[in-house]
């Protein structure tokens, strides 16, 4: 995340409060373009009201596109932005969204959205939109552009940061599923999810593991404190993240206090753009504190990759990975 937050983060905060849960109106299983119509869903302390389903989407980044297209919203996309810019798309997701263009590599220009005159753009704070920026749900509104706000970057606009849970992720599927009338493929997905998050979180150890995570930095270490995405993965697969009482989403801590807690697992993100987990391993072998931790010592990193620790179905599949390794502390 370092690269798409961390030269934003002393933007000043909006005054929005946390995404509430999903209200909606109407039969809960109403198809695209059928009755059930109007809809109402929270959106990071405020409101949105859907007439009919949307027919032009945007959505920023590779988390919430993947979210967008296992609801099998492909036919409602026109654009897609952040991707290329920040990591490297595997080649399953090119065929997938076919024609589908990228707008732009980054955060997009408010020119970049409107050429493509969607009706909703789905992104986050710090996720293709800052504070005080060009893209924003207000500038948007203006052109008749409806925002649907990535829940988990709701954080960044609080003075309390909310611990994150799976919520997150299971809320903003639902509340997709609403806005797009397909509500009940969205509590099939949820409860597909649940179900393999039930298997996975299985009692690994009397203790929960330590396990920090490693975005990039050198100086300083990038890391996921408590309202950030990866404490829900790592609680929900038996461990903790020993940066979880750091009053913050993504951001800044020090090597001292990292290495204080020992932590007997490391997860290291794979942006699969640049310089990877072997140079973040390289720096952790390297510093003469970390290289010292349990984690460093025995060789315990978990490599993730960007979308597997922000919000979107490859949580699922993240959470057992990080399980899976916390099994096998001896």
Same mark, same amino acid.
């Given at each position: 995340?370092?690269?798409?937050?961390?030269?934003? !983060?002393?933007?000043?905060?909006?005054?929005?409060?946390?995404?509430?849960?999903?209200?909606?109106?109407?039969?809960?299983? &109403?198809?695209?373009? /059928?009755?059930?119509?109007?809809?109402?869903?929270?959106?990071?302390?405020?409101? !949105? +009201?859907?007439?009919?389903?949307?027919?032009?989407?945007?959505?920023?980044?590779?988390? =919430?596109?993947?979210?967008? !297209?296992?609801?099998?919203?492909?036919?409602?996309?026109?654009?897609?932005?952040?991707?290329?810019?920040?990591?490297?798309?595997?080649?399953?997701?090119?065929?997938?969204?076919?024609?589908?263009?990228?707008?732009?590599?980054?955060?997009?220009?408010?020119?970049?959205?409107?050429?493509?005159?969607?009706?909703?753009?789905?992104?986050?704070?710090?996720?293709? =939109?800052?504070?005080?920026?060009?893209?924003?749900?207000?500038?948007?509104?203006?052109?008749?552009?409806?925002?649907?706000?990535?829940?988990?970057?709701?954080?960044?606009?609080?003075?309390?940061?909310?611990?994150?849970?799976?919520?997150?992720?299971?809320?903003?599927?639902?509340?997709?599923?609403?806005?797009?009338?397909?509500?009940?493929? %969205?509590?099939?997905?949820?409860?597909?999810?649940?179900?393999?998050? +039930?298997? &996975? /979180?299985?009692?690994?150890?009397?203790? /929960?593991?330590?396990?920090?995570?490693?975005?990039?930095?050198?100086?300083?270490?990038?890391? &996921?404190?408590?309202?950030?995405?990866?404490?829900? !993965?790592?609680?929900?697969?038996?461990?903790?993240?020993?940066?979880?009482?750091?009053?913050?989403?993504?951001?800044?801590?020090?090597?001292?206090?990292?290495? /204080?807690?020992?932590?007997?697992?490391?997860?290291?993100?794979?942006?699969?753009?640049?310089?990877?987990?072997?140079?973040?391993?390289?720096?952790?072998?390297?510093?003469?504190? =970390?290289?010292?931790?349990? $984690?460093?010592?025995?060789?315990?990193?978990?490599?993730?990759?960007?979308?597997?620790?922000?919000?979107?179905? %490859?949580?699922?599949? $993240?959470?057992?990975?990080? $399980?899976?390794?916390?099994?096998?502390?001896?």
């Amino acid at each position: 995340m370092k690269a798409v937050l961390q030269s934003w !983060l002393s933007s000043a905060s909006l005054l929005l409060a946390f995404a509430g849960p999903v209200a909606a109106a109407g039969p809960a299983g &109403a198809g695209i373009g /059928a009755s059930g119509f109007p809809v109402t869903v929270s959106n990071c302390g405020d409101t !949105l +009201r859907f007439d009919a389903p949307p027919q032009r989407l945007v959505v920023h980044d590779l988390n =919430m596109t993947e979210i967008a !297209l296992a609801l099998g919203l492909r036919p409602q996309l026109v654009g897609v932005t952040g991707i290329t810019g920040w990591y490297k798309s595997d080649a399953s997701l090119r065929e997938t969204l076919g024609d589908v263009p990228e707008l732009a590599p980054k955060y997009p220009t408010l020119e970049n959205l409107l050429a493509a005159r969607p009706d909703l753009f789905m992104a986050g704070w710090y996720y293709g =939109m800052q504070p005080g920026g060009e893209v924003t749900p207000t500038t948007l509104a203006r052109h008749g552009i409806k925002t649907l706000v990535l829940t988990e970057s709701c954080a960044h606009t609080l003075r309390d940061k909310p611990r994150a849970t799976l919520d997150l992720l299971y809320g903003d599927m639902l509340r997709l599923g609403t806005v797009f009338g397909r509500r009940d493929a %969205a509590e099939r997905l949820v409860a597909q999810w649940q179900a393999r998050v +039930r298997a &996975a /979180a299985q009692p690994v150890l009397p203790a /929960a593991p330590r396990v920090f995570v490693y975005d990039s930095g050198e100086d300083k270490p990038f890391t &996921a404190g408590r309202a950030a995405m990866p404490t829900a !993965l790592i609680d929900a697969a038996g461990g903790r993240n020993v940066m979880d009482g750091l009053p913050m989403s993504w951001g800044t801590a020090s090597w001292e206090a990292v290495a /204080a807690s020992n932590p007997q697992f490391i997860v290291l993100l794979d942006y699969q753009n640049g310089q990877g987990p072997d140079h973040l391993r390289q720096v952790l072998q390297s510093h003469p504190a =970390m290289r010292l931790t349990d $984690a460093v010592r025995n060789g315990r990193f978990i490599p993730l990759r960007y979308a597997e620790l922000t919000p979107g179905p %490859a949580n699922i599949g $993240a959470i057992e990975k990080i $399980a899976r390794a916390l099994r096998a502390l001896p």
